[in-house]
């Protein structure tokens, strides 16, 4: 039998790692990690990229921003990756103050006042716009990024003569236009209180949370078309809608506030309305959503391709995952809200959610003050 010195030994050239077996190595890999990976050789950026699209493909991440109520109000960000299912600290230069941080279909972040309109629509917050702010005060309005433009309707002070009143921000030409104003229909509801809305390039669909009377509106022709009713199952008490890739999804707490049933989920067809349910959270889920203490009177929901995330706005401590999968239906489950757990309860949060690929993060971490930590929790 032969045998080898130590020395022998250490002489050996390491075996490189390569095909297959790489892959699924970087299939295991944090996103984030992914980016100096593909900087190795090119064989290790070929690899990345043949893991990410064949063995663990990128999912939307959720985000979850926080901003201080006392100056200097300052803002922070935490991501969950459902691809690693892991949370992400993500460090940045805090956001110019404008007013309270808020959110829209998902992946418009903005703030309004009467003066100024600020806003980011890029995944990852590294750019911001600041424009002057709509004729009409508001305090609550349905904002909305349809196409290049930010539809501002409803919410207006009360001394402002139409309550319905709809500004349009063209983010091409910089410049402000109105638009008919909200239907009459939706004058005791028009604000972001009491409205859901989903947005596709063309059009913006609001519904009534109560109700599920529904109505659309085109920015280029600045018309209002409907009312459609969204109410597939008359149990329904409170529905919110949005896009989830290119199919509008209908989400329906089914009971009362005092004894939630279930949750369904349907996909609505955007030019008959008609809806086709694809889901149903399962009653273990739908016991932790609704708790004995807080009564669910309401759902926050964000959207991305496959991925819905549902949570309670009055208790956020656990958030709900429905993923749609192939041939129909949904995977469902849920994950701890570490954001919450260490989170001051004074301070305001607001939901995005948006597909985050490699180019996405390289250019975030080439731009400076901007770091991601993975966020391990004892």
Known sequence: MATFSKAAVAQQPEAPIHGDILEAILSHLPLMDLVPASRVSKSWSLAVSSSLQAVNKPAPWLILHTQGSRPPY????HAYDPRSRLWIEISHPSIKHISALR???SNLLYMLSPYRLSFSTDPLRLTWREVSAPLMWRIDPIVALVGRQIVVAGGTCDFEDDPL???????DSSTWTAGDSMPAALKDSAASTWLSIAASESTLYVTEKQSGVTHTFDPETKKWHGPYVLRPDNRTFYSVIGFSGDRLILIGVIGDADNVESLKVWEVDSETFESEEVGEMPGVLVEKLSSEDVPLSS????MAKDFVYIYNPAQAAELFVCEFVGGGGCRWRSVENVVARSRNLTERLAFTCSKIGLEELQRAMRSEGRRFTVRVDR
């Open 74 to 77: 300052a803002t922070a960000a």
């Open 103 to 105: 959110s829209s279909s």
């Open 165 to 171: 009143a709809v500004e349009i921000y063209d983010v």
């Open 299 to 302: 759902v926050g929901v964000c």
